[in-house]
């Protein structure tokens, strides 16, 4: 079954829906969310996505990202996603949204409106292998500090959401 996604205007409003990666291949702007979960000592769950993704395979990024389904609200994709991901399952907040866009080397485009949600957790997660290669847990200025050393290893779209928090 291939995925589709939302394609929606710069207002966030739906506009059609497109097959997963047809929406890459054309760069055509569609929803997206990702989650930032944090412990009881303010750290940062962070995944390093699996070695065989499509795109930023190996690259480190926040909790949990990925796409709503045709006629699937953001918050129940994300929590969906959440626990097919990492196997967690937990309350999420909505904190803001933003607009990028990122070509890759291999011909591919994110366009995303992303909806960025917050959460609580204080266990490891239960990757799963096709989506997760690893995880850690980061204070905000563990990550920070790292990220100016070394920008290559983390995701476009999550140098971007974590600046819109903090």
């Not at 303010?42 to 995944?47: H, I, R, S």
């Not at 626990?83 to 591919?108: C, P, R, S, V």
């Not at 292998?129 to 050393?149: C, G, H, R, T, Y």
Request: glycine share 4%; proline share 4%.
């Amino acid at each position: 079954m291939k995925e589709e996604v939302i394609l929606v205007n710069e207002k966030d409003e739906p506009i059609g829906t497109m097959e997963k990666m047809e929406a890459h291949e054309k760069g055509l702007l569609h929803r997206a969310f990702s989650v930032f979960l944090f412990n009881s000592k303010d750290k940062l769950l962070l995944q390093q996505r699996a070695l065989n993704k499509y795109h930023s395979a190996g690259l480190w990024t926040n909790t949990c990202c990925s796409h709503p389904r045709p006629g699937e609200e953001t918050l129940q994709a994300a929590k969906r996603r959440l626990k097919e991901e990492m196997g967690i399952e937990t309350d999420l907040t909505f904190k803001t949204a933003f607009t990028y866009k990122t070509k890759f080397d291999n011909g591919l485009t994110e366009h995303e409106l992303d909806h960025v949600f917050t959460g609580n957790f204080n266990e490891d997660p239960k990757l799963n292998p096709e989506e997760a290669n690893s995880f850690k847990w980061q204070s905000i200025a563990e990550v920070k500090a790292d990220l100016k050393i070394h920008p290559e290893n983390y995701t476009s779209w999550f140098k971007i959401a974590l600046e819109s928090l903090f």
